[in-house]
């Protein structure tokens, strides 16, 4: 079965510093997207970046890129120059080839400090 | 442009009421999907629907029910609201065409509580 794991339930890091936030998955399809959302205070569930099991290159989307190794099953996010805007819960997410639904891991709580 | 909205933002019903949490997207997206967040927790599908007239069970779909009469709008209805089902809600739409499907996009959610 898919599973979506996500072992940071907290990460802290100082403004204008890197952060990495890790995400491993399990699935048995060859064809699979991969998917990273913020979710601020307010509650809304904002979209970042994609990486589809296909795709040759890392995503990148701005500040956000996607350090994606297959061979690991692991789609960490990297968000670089971070920012007190940055704080908030990411969610890495998967979905399965020939289906449409998203598989969600239990989040990071991401806090950014001066 | 809207994307996806959601009526009401904030609920509380007590044990037993039915109440149906609204969404609506102007995107012309075909697919459409509810989730539900517990406190701490990533979300879990309820139902989804790859078009008017088609909806199917997600991972979570027990107590409630859906429908899809429109393109845009995709109603979920709790018919008798429990504890458990205290939670917050979210819509989400995405295309879904040839070249496979487009990323979801989230309305802002529905909290509510039931008591």
């Known amino acids: 079965a898919q599973k979506i794991t996500q072992t940071q339930p907290g990460m802290f890091v100082q403004e204008k510093e890197a952060v990495t936030l890790d995400c491993t998955y399990d699935t048995s399809d060859p064809s699979y997207g991969l998917f990273w959302y913020k979710q601020p205070s307010s509650g809304e569930m904002i979209f970042l970046i994609y990486?589809?099991?296909?795709?040759?290159q890392n995503a990148t989307e701005g500040r956000y890129s996607l350090n994606f190794q297959k061979a690991r099953k692991s789609a960490n996010l990297v968000i670089s120059a971070s920012q007190l805007g940055d704080s908030a819960m990411y969610f890495c997410?998967?979905?399965?080839?020939?289906?449409?639904?998203?598989?969600f891991g239990t989040g990071t709580r991401l806090q950014v400090f001066p | 442009n809207a994307g996806v909205t959601q009526t009401p933002k904030f609920r509380i019903l007590k044990i037993g009421q039915s109440m149906t949490l609204q969404c609506t997207q102007d995107?012309?997206?075909?697919?459409m999907y509810w989730y539900r967040q517990d406190p701490g927790m990533g979300l879990k599908l309820i139902y989804y629907s790859v078009g008017a007239g088609i909806t199917d069970k997600g991972e979570v779909p027990n107590g409630y029910n859906v429908s899809r009469s429109t393109t845009e709008d995709f109603p979920l209805r709790l018919e008798l609201a429990a504890p458990s089902q205290t939670s917050v809600y979210f819509c989400a739409s995405s295309y879904s065409g040839a070249r496979g499907t487009d990323t979801q996009y989230f309305g802002p959610g529905t909290r509510l509580t039931v008591l």
């Open positions: 995107m012309n997206h075909n697919y």
């Open positions: 990486q589809g099991s296909y795709d040759q």
């Open positions: 997410a998967m979905r399965e080839g020939g289906t449409d639904k998203l598989i």
